[in-house]
């Protein structure tokens, strides 16, 4: 069974960085398409950016040119870099495959103040 965790959410004023990390367990990482996804209160779950195993990415419109996906496949984890954040990225982030087909993990809260 696959294990998500993800870390390096925070507290941040407008403009700011953060880089979260998701941490897999299991060999068959290097083989996923891997995304992350987030949930802002009273609102769906939704990608925001994707990484295929041969580092294809795709990113919502949203956070284009701000949000940077990697992978470390030796390393079973999928980064996300965030620059200039925004209040209204406010959220809950979590990684998962693109298809979302591994159980989720706890997420990390990411707070952006104006």
């Known amino acids: 069974q696959v294990q998500l965790v993800e870390s390096g959410g925070g507290l941040v004023q407008a403009g700011e960085s953060l880089r979260l990390s998701c941490a897999a367990s299991g060999s068959i990482f290097r083989f996923a398409t891997m995304g992350w996804y987030r949930q802002a209160p009273e609102k769906q779950r939704e990608l925001v950016a994707s990484?295929?195993?041969?580092?294809?990415?795709n990113y919502a419109d949203s956070v284009k040119g701000r949000f940077t996906i990697s992978r470390n496949n030796a390393k079973n984890t999928v980064y996300l870099q965030m620059n200039s954040l925004k209040p209204e990225d406010t959220a809950v982030y979590y990684c998962n495959t693109g298809d979302r087909t591994w159980p989720w993990g706890q997420g990390t809260q990411v707070t952006v103040s104006a």
């Open positions: 990484l295929t195993s041969n580092y294809l990415t």
